[in-house]
């Protein structure tokens, strides 16, 4: 029996949700080390399992059209830029408030789907995401008498750019780039970007800190590799409700490995963001039809 390319979305996006709940767990084991120095290590152990596949499959590493180059290089600054974001709020907020404004992503997604890719938005999809947005809020605390307030909104930075990242994913996809492709690049390209900080900022590295990062880039690449699978079987409004799994992922390392417990206010953050995760979701199902859904 044929697995619908939908169904296959929703399994690789739970797949990468816990691949990068351990990332972060880990990423916040390595101790005090610089963000750029994580993200540098991060990605050069994904690059080297991004080119062993392509080794290993024989996929030429060359795109169909010089045109999808500057998608692409979009796709890997958004992502690193989205990354150092999310790795700078790893280490210092409660790792499931992290992980939750990482999880912005999605209505990043559905925005800049509209202003990229011509993809409608609704008047229900705008509503819901002006509403998620307030829910973000709620985990922010925007205040200044909020130490966080910098980590956190470093962290929203970062779903922003999650979210314009996983766009041009979508859009790679849709024109043919293969997903072993498009994550070589952008890990390239990252360890590129962070290589000249990591020249002057670089501190010197226990073996645990070095195992921690080393389990950060594989835990990163099995969640990259995914969530690239994801978004190219299926669209963002279809199957990005089920990245939402990281949370319960994230706030139960987070409570075990570091006894991390939000705050009555980011619970009810929590609760908004994945409200209208549903109730966008399920409005979807009922606007595409029983139809739609079975094309894809």
């Known amino acids: 029996m044929t697995i619908p390319k939908r169904y296959k979305g929703i399994i690789y996006i739970c797949i990468s949700a816990l691949c990068f709940a351990f990332m972060a767990a880990f990423v916040r084991l390595s101790g005090d080390l610089p963000t750029f120095q994580k993200t540098f290590f991060r990605n050069f152990v994904a690059l080297f399992l991004a080119v062993g596949v392509l080794i290993k499959e024989k996929i030429p590493l060359r795109l169909e059209s010089r045109r999808l180059l500057f998608p692409l290089t979009v796709r890997a600054l958004a992502g690193t ?6 790795f700078y709020a790893i280490d210092r907020l409660v790792l499931s408030d992290a992980s939750m404004l990482n999880k912005m992503s999605p209505f990043f997604a559905i925005v800049f789907s509209y202003l990229i890719l011509k993809e409608k938005l609704t008047l229900f999809q705008l509503a819901a995401v002006i509403t998620a947005f307030g829910g973000s809020l709620l985990i922010i605390k925007p205040s200044l008498s909020n130490v966080d307030l910098f980590p956190a909104l470093a962290g929203f930075a970062g779903g922003m750019g999650a979210g314009l990242a996983y766009t041009c994913v979508h859009y790679l996809g849709q024109k043919g780039v293969k997903g072993p492709i498009i994550v070589s690049f952008f890990s390239g390209f990252s360890c590129l970007f ?13 073996l645990m800190q070095l195992l921690c990062l080393l389990g950060a880039g594989v835990s990163a690449a099995g969640g990259q590799f995914s969530i690239t699978a994801a978004y190219t079987h299926a669209p963002a409004r279809e199957i990005s409700i089920y990245d939402y799994s990281q949370l319960i992922f994230s706030t139960s390392l987070g409570f075990f490995l570091f006894g991390d417990v939000p705050d009555i206010w980011s619970f009810v953050g929590y609760a908004v963001i994945i409200s209208m995760a549903v109730a966008n979701f399920i409005y979807n199902n009922k606007r595409h039809g029983e139809g739609y859904i079975k094309r894809h």
């Open 81 to 86: 830029l989205g990354m150092i974001g999310n």
């Open 194 to 206: 962070c290589l000249p900080f990591l020249i002057v900022s670089y501190q010197h590295m226990s």
